[in-house]
T-cell receptor, first 113, second 112 residues
Framework: GNSVTQMEGPVTLSEEAFLTINCTYTATGYPSLFWYVQYPGEGLQLLLKATKADDKGSNKGFEATYRKETTSFHLEKGSVQVSDSAVYFCALSDPQAGTALIFGKGTTLSVSS | EPEVTQTPSHQVTQMGQEVILRCVPISNHLYFYWYRQILGQKVEFLVSFYNNEISEKSEIFDDQFSVERPDGSNFTLKIRSTKLEDSAMYFC??????????FGPGTRLTVL
């Protein structure tokens, strides 16, 4: 079946450091891939998405590229800020399986100044 | 900016009691979802709802769970007889039909 695996946290970085959060997936069809972010006390917000192989999603300085050959969708940011501290969730949606999102466990990012 | 709201933010109940978790989706959305996250585990899909009926459900969504849209604004999740293992964060989401789902802040359910 479909599944998402993302790197365990927490990830602790200093401001302006480079961020990578790894995400790999297993899917029977051709899924769309997402990164959601959850700030303290808030709901999950869509950060970026990619719907087909080699697409790059980007938003707020974050990027992720849909890599079919490695079944990966790693999240990167060149220079993190304290305000990026949050929990990040990788997710997929497989149209062949319905509209439900399948999530990874989430990775907590903590950025200090 | 429209948002999904959920009440209560935290619910404590005794094992065997019924609980109702409430959600107000974004007003012009047509698709509604419930997910849950047990502490330290993945966010898991429970059920989706469209056109006043369940469109998909997971294995978790057994007979003790039910959903309802009692009026034009609320979307509820009822757990008939809570178990200890139902303790989790429950997220409601809604969608206008595209791929993006908009999530509420969650209700933390604690079953004692």
């Amino acid at each position: 079946g479909n599944s998402v695996t993302q790197m365990e946290g927490p990830v602790t970085l200093s401001e302006e450091a480079f961020l990578t959060i790894n995400c790999t997936y297993t899917a029977t069809g051709y899924p769309s891939l997402f990164w959601y972010v959850q700030y303290p006390g808030e709901g999950l917000q869509l950060l970026l998405k990619a719907t087909k192989a080699d697409d790059k999603g980007s938003n707020k300085g974050f990027e992720a590229t849909y890599r079919k050959e490695t079944t990966s969708f790693h999240l990167e940011k060149g220079s993190v800020q304290v305000s990026d501290s949050a929990v990040y969730f990788c997710a997929l949606s497989d149209p062949q399986a319905g509209t439900a999102l399948i999530f990874g466990k989430g990775t907590t990012l903590s950025v200090s100044s | 900016e429209p948002e999904v709201t959920q009440t209560p933010s935290h619910q404590v109940t005794q094992m065997g009691q019924e609980v109702i978790l409430r959600c107000v989706p974004i007003s012009n959305h047509l698709y509604f979802y419930w997910y849950r996250q047990i502490l330290g585990q993945k966010v898991e899909f429970l059920v989706s709802f469209y056109n006043n009926e369940i469109s998909e459900k997971s294995e978790i969504f057994d007979d003790q769970f039910s959903v309802e849209r009692p009026d034009g604004s609320n979307f509820t999740l009822k757990i008939r007889s809570t178990k200890l293992e139902d303790s989790a964060m429950y997220f409601c989401a809604s969608s206008g039909g595209g791929e993006e789902q908009f999530f509420g802040p969650g209700t933390r359910l604690t079953v004692l």
